[in-house]
């Protein structure tokens, strides 16, 4: 939908913008072509699971690309926001939150051997802190562009992820404590020291 917007609005792309859905559609084609055949079980997700997911990320397409490329003043998006402070911060943010949502995820994918059931504890890298690193990375994602856009659009999906994903790691994390009686004292859902 967001190359809908790219090719069908009345505006002219633009450096920044095409840069922008370059990121995007990035991260969805990671998402949507290769994760799932990366993961490693027989879990099944509901279908009112994936029906709402599919729903959330048609309006929040709508609105990020109705953003970039038909609301968001002309003026914004130029060549020169490729070389903004708010741009620069953002896109970095972007990629470490990126990184670390990928690193997470791999540790997970690899708790089990092929053919091999039941649970473990994930251990190392930013795991030894929180029980949610993927959840974190995610957000740290999302922030990034929240600053890289610069827009309510932007802010918009980052409080979405927030109020999705932050019950969520605080469950995951409850589920840990009381599935392994050994789980590390120490470690946080979300947020390492904190939350």
């Known amino acids: 939908m967001m190359i809908y917007y790219f090719f069908y609005s009345y505006r002219p792309a633009t450096a920044a913008t095409i840069t922008l859905l370059v990121i995007w559609q990035s991260h969805y084609a990671h998402r949507v072509f290769i994760y799932p055949f990366m993961i490693r079980g027989n879990n099944r997700v509901p279908l009112v699971t994936v029906l709402l997911a599919l729903l959330f990320n048609f309006i929040n397409t709508y609105v990020q690309g109705r953003w970039l490329f038909s609301l968001a003043p002309e003026s914004l998006y130029t060549a020169s926001w490729?070389?903004?402070?708010?741009?620069?911060?953002?896109?970095t943010v972007f990629f470490a939150g990126y990184a670390l949502n990928k690193h997470a995820d791999h540790r997970l994918r690899n708790l089990?051997?092929?053919g091999e059931s039941g649970y473990a504890i994930p251990g190392g890298g930013v795991f030894e802190y929180i029980s949610c690193p993927n959840y974190l990375g995610e957000i740290i994602t999302w922030t990034g562009w929240?600053?890289?856009t610069w827009s309510l659009a932007g802010v918009f999906f980052l409080v979405w992820t927030l109020a999705n994903l932050g019950p969520r790691a605080v469950a995951h994390h409850r589920w840990y404590r009381q599935t392994f009686p050994d789980y590390p004292?120490?470690?946080?859902?979300?947020?390492?020291y904190i939350l």
């Open 82 to 91: 490729l070389h903004d402070p708010r741009f620069v911060i953002g896109v």
């Open 112 to 114: 089990r051997t092929p």
């Open 146 to 148: 929240a600053i890289a």
């Open 185 to 192: 004292e120490q470690r946080k859902a979300l947020i390492p």
